[in-house]
Antibody, heavy 123, light 112 residues
Framework: QGQLVQSGPEVKKPGASVKVSCKAS????????FSWVRQAPGQGPEWMGW????????IYAQELHGRVTLTTDKSTTTAYMELRSLTSDDTAVYYC????????????????WGQGTMVTVSS | IVMTQTPLSLAVTPGEPASISCRSS????????????VDWYLQRPGQSPQLLIY???SRASGVPDRFSGSGSATEFTLKISRVEAEDVGVYYC?????????FGQGTKLEIK
């Protein structure tokens, strides 16, 4: 069925960077990509970006472009999301979700989600 | 693409039906493959979202058949035929016909 397990909560100061990991198991890693979604307290989900495990191709949300980097490591079947220049507006729960693998196909439903990683940005 | 859900909250007596609407600002029908790219998710309190319905009407694995999705192009509906206590949470529609994927504001379901 598959499972995604994310790294633990983070507390960062404004201006710092954070890197969240998402360990995949129970399915063929290279058959799917990842989307990352964040959810600020009391708000709805916000899509951040997508990465292909096939060739590392990425698509980022316009409002985050330049501050976010998505990567994957096939050897450890882990996906990573790094967000830089943090502000208090970045305080949120960050989720990885299983998505399509090829940019040439339509997006896939997010059928597996990680448990979420709380990132708090505070001075 | 803007996704607009109604209502934003509803309280339902167990055993009674519930219905949530979602409207998209653009058609989610993809002519090239004939599919409609809208999904429904349930986020129970303190949990990650879970997939309920994909491609507007297909139930995800393990989802009870009291959940159903319908609609076309820009108007979609999630129906629960008989609400149970475990159905409480926030329901979101999401479009994925193009990036960025966008979610509705959410509909909070409570039990009376």
């Amino acid at each position: 069925q598959g499972q995604l397990v994310q790294s633990g909560p983070e507390v960062k100061k404004p201006g710092a960077s954070v890197k969240v990991s998402c360990k995949a198991s129970g399915y063929t890693f290279s058959s799917y990509g990842f989307s990352w979604v964040r959810q600020a307290p009391g708000q709805g989900p916000e899509w951040m970006g997508w990465i292909s495990t096939y060739n590392g191709y990425t698509i980022y949300a316009q409002e985050l472009h330049g501050r976010v980097t998505l990567t994957t490591d096939k050897s450890t079947t882990t996906a990573y999301m790094e967000l830089r220049s943090l502000t208090s507006d970045d305080t949120a729960v960050y989720y990885c979700a299983r998505d399509r693998v090829y940019a040439t196909t339509m997006g896939a439903p997010f059928d597996i989600w990680g448990q979420g990683t709380m990132v708090t940005v505070s001075s | 693409i803007v996704m607009t859900q109604t209502p934003l909250s509803l309280a339902v007596t167990p055993g009674e039906p519930a219905s949530i609407s979602c409207r998209s600002s653009q058609s989610l029908f993809h002519g090239a493959d004939g599919n409609t790219y809208v999904d429904w998710y349930l986020q129970r309190p303190g949990q990650s979202p879970q997939l309920l319905i994909y491609m507007f009407s297909s139930r995800a694995s393990g989802v009870p058949d009291r959940f159903s999705g319908s609609g076309s192009a820009t108007e979609f509906t999630l129906k629960i035929s008989r609400v149970e206590a475990e159905d409480v949470g926030v329901y979101y529609c999401m479009q994925r016909i193009e990036y960025p994927c966008t979610f509705g504001q959410g509909t909070k379901l409570e039990i009376k």
